[in-house]
């Protein structure tokens, strides 16, 4: 079963998926004019204006938003993503991790600013993503029921698992806990915030994601100073890798590309089709608000945080020991660099970063699972399989099969999406037109109303 679900990821992960990826980043960064670059400002404005503000009743911040969406992001394709990249794809996949999320950040942009401009009303919140702006867009039912089943199977059920299986393992390592029982124990826990709805997850994620992402930073930070003088060296290291020139620890150029892309793409999602489903629950003045601070969100995963990562690894050397993989190999990087309770702090680190997580995945699908009934049973029925069965099935499962089925999932699930959002992308276009336009007048909040793109006025329900 395992070799076959790795064929046919071979198979989807062909150059094909992957020229796909940077074709449709480099296609959106020239389009929007390097919107991820030129307008990083007003990105750390909007992310700072609704952090310190408060969203009207009923409805969800940006910023919260912006954290929920981290929070799925920061997770462990940080910590055991990246350490996989590097001890199968060599220290190179890192920079074609680097650079999927350079360009994927204009991805991101489109996407997020997509379900802003097509999300619904809902009791608890706004609703939306993918699977709203296929059938409200496209006009495509069949393509939205598709997206939804897939984003439901891949977040809510593959991705849970992997990220229970990497907290179990952490836990083993550092304290010897059965996988079992801390399997049961996440699982309680996670059915118990899952079953609160999208506040309850948004107050947790914004008060889980900056602490165990400033907090692991600040460690990375003391970690690289201390080995300053090794910098150089790795930067050679990571870009020779990357084309071929000097193999360490990979294959050939194809491999190392495609095993940074695979775990890039499953770290900061850009183009995946996730974070939209957060982004649109905003309560915003514009669809490009929200686009800008998700597109905010690829940096910060991948740049700052993987990156950390990378270079606590590539510095201990341990990349190349064939029996240190994961999570593992994360720990014993950190451990060698500030002694044995780094292998504890990491632990923690993933417990936190993972946990953060399974509570932003379970919403993704249950976003999904709304769309597809209204049936309170089946809602039900998902919150037990994402928070419930599948945490425990990750927490018994081999590392080998649960990232597999990710990947698999994440290869079908990001196909669907980008041949969405590069038909619709002419909108989120004219979206950041006006918006840039309202800003050159001097309109420090610029405001979008639905009458400015007439030919689809009817098929956009919020923005009077």
């Not at 990375?220 to 990357?242: F, G, R, S």
């Not at 419930?388 to 590392?399: D, S």
Request: glycine share 10%; proline share 2%.
């Amino acid at each position: 079963m395992l070799d076959f679900i790795t064929q046919l990821n071979n198979a989807l992960w062909g150059y094909l998926l992957i020229a796909a990826l940077l074709g449709c980043g480099i296609w959106f960064t020239w389009r929007t004019r390097f919107v991820q670059f030129r307008m990083m400002g007003e990105m750390l404005r909007l992310l700072t204006d609704s952090a310190i503000s408060t969203s009207r009743e009923q409805h969800i911040s940006s910023f919260q938003a912006f954290a929920v969406s981290v929070a799925t992001r920061v997770g462990t394709g940080n910590l055991a993503g990246v350490a996989t990249a590097i001890a199968v794809g060599g220290p190179g996949a890192v920079f074609w991790m680097w650079l999927i999320a350079l360009i994927g950040a204009a991805t991101a942009f489109v996407e997020s600013t997509l379900s802003q401009l097509f999300k619904r009303r809902h009791s608890e919140s706004f609703i939306g993503g993918p699977a709203y702006y296929m059938l409200h867009g496209l006009h495509s039912r069949w393509m939205s029921t598709l997206f939804a089943v897939l984003i439901t199977v891949t977040f809510g059920l593959s991705y849970n698992s992997i990220q229970s299986n990497t907290i179990c393992s952490a836990m083993h390592e550092a304290f010897g806990w059965e996988p079992l029982w801390t399997g049961i124990v996440l699982a309680v826990i996670s059915l118990i915030v899952v079953f609160g709805g999208i506040h309850r997850i948004a107050r947790v994620s914004a008060i889980l994601v900056p602490l165990m992402a400033i907090g692991y930073f600040a460690l990375a930070v003391v970690v690289i100073t201390m080995n300053a003088e090794q910098i150089p060296h790795v930067l050679k290291v990571i870009v020779l890798d990357a084309f071929g020139v000097q193999q360490v620890a990979g294959g050939g150029i194809g491999a190392t590309m495609m095993i940074g892309i695979k775990r890039g793409l499953f770290s900061n999602e850009a183009g995946e089709g996730s974070a939209p489903n957060v982004a649109a629950t905003a309560d915003v003045s514009h669809p490009v608000k929200q686009g800008l601070i998700q597109a905010l969100g690829v940096f910060t995963d991948t740049l700052l945080v993987c990156s950390c990562t990378a270079f606590i690894i590539l510095f201990s050397g341990l990349y190349t020991t064939p029996e240190l993989n994961g999570i593992a190999l994360t720990q014993a990087a950190l451990q060698q660099e500030i002694g044995s309770w780094g292998k504890f702090f990491i632990a923690v680190a993933t417990l936190l970063f993972a946990f953060s997580s399974i509570i932003g995945n379970y919403y993704y699908g249950e976003a999904n699972v709304r769309h597809l009934t209204g049936n309170r049973h089946v809602t039900t029925v998902y919150r037990l399989l994402s928070g419930g069965i599948f945490v425990l099935f990750g927490a018994l499962a081999t590392l080998e099969i649960v990232w597999n089925l990710g990947d698999l999932c994440m290869a079908l699930l990001t196909g669907c999406n980008l041949i969405a959002i590069i038909a619709l992308g002419r909108y989120a276009f004219r979206l950041l037109d006006d918006y840039r336009e309202q800003k050159r007048r001097g309109i420090r909040e610029p405001v979008f109303h639905r009458h400015q793109l007439p030919e689809i006025e009817n098929d956009v329900e919020c923005w009077e």
